[in-house]
């Protein structure tokens, strides 16, 4: 009884720091609309800056207490938003993503490209720490690619993973029963041994998402045979060896992004930076990254997911660098 009231003072100690704070919350509340917030510039035309941070997925970020949008309808929001706005005459896609799911990855590409044929506005991708794989894959719709200097990019190509547990299984004596319609119906089971026809499909179908990869780079990049045949390795690369290989334009930083941006739209030097977020901070900018991470609203005293390196993949096809 008494560790009981021990919990419960101390979670009623939380709620009163929440709650003279409008910053932080006991709880992240995701019902708040996203908002329009300038960081730098007074002129009436704008350019929008959206963070992509994270591995790229459709699934919603699930907590103890609350539950997130996932990375994909967040970013398609903020697409909405944007192209409701005619003052927004360019975006800017701030990205630092070793990439994720290729279904994911591919509906990502999707909404962007057609945002950007929709609107006409100019697309700009400025690439963070890494922007690899799926995080490459978003970024070619943009009109002109920006590298940081030690950015990692590159590892365009597909995964396969399959998690095996059937070892573990036998081990402590557990087993399982199965009928099945077809030989291949339970192909990629975890609880046996994949066959060698199976893993020739499961080869053959990684090939088929993996050249998909390869000709969007080369109708985004207009990279030759031999430029092509250089990256299919799927290897990383930093900046300096990206922009040999013709996969970026430019190595950068963000103010020289939002340069070229301004000139790419013929924006005058005095155009808004712009930003959607579910709640304001002070001394704001471009590098604040408390709600970079998909669906946040900044801190919340309750919020105990797991860092993204830690979390598990599921059986599945990939277009992520995962070291």
Known sequence: MRTYSLIISALLALLLIGCASPRITLFSDDTVPLQEFTLQGKGKDKILVIPIKGKISSSTN????????SMIQEIVSQLKLAEKDREIKAVILKIDSP??????SDILYHEILAFKNRTG???????????????????????????HPTTITGSIGVIFMQPKVNGLMEKIGVGLDINKSGKNKDMGSPFRNTTDEERKIFQDLTDELGKRFINLVSIHRKLD????ARISTARIYLAPKALEL???????????AIAKTK????????ARIVIYRRTQYPNDNLYNTSVD?????GLSLIDLNLPESTSPLNTGFYYIWMP
Do not use: C, H
């Not at 990439?99 to 994911?104: D, K, L, P, R, S």
């Not at 991708?125 to 970024?139: C, H, R």
């Not at 013709?246 to 020289?256: F, Q, R, S, T, V």
């Not at 000139?263 to 005095?270: F, I, T, V």
């Open 62 to 69: 699930k907590g103890i207490f609350f539950t997130k949008p």
């Open 99 to 104: 990439g994720g799911a290729v279904t994911a």
């Open 121 to 147: 506005v100019k697309l700009v991708a400025a690439m963070m720490d890494v922007a690899a794989s799926g995080g490459y894959y978003i970024a070619l719709p943009a009109d002109f690619i920006f590298a």
């Open 225 to 228: 045979k031999n430029g092509l």
């Open 246 to 256: 013709g996969l970026i334009d430019k190595i950068g930083y963000l103010e020289d």
């Open 263 to 270: 000139e790419l739209a013929e924006l005058s030097q005095d």
């Open 293 to 297: 991470r998909q669906g946040g609203q």
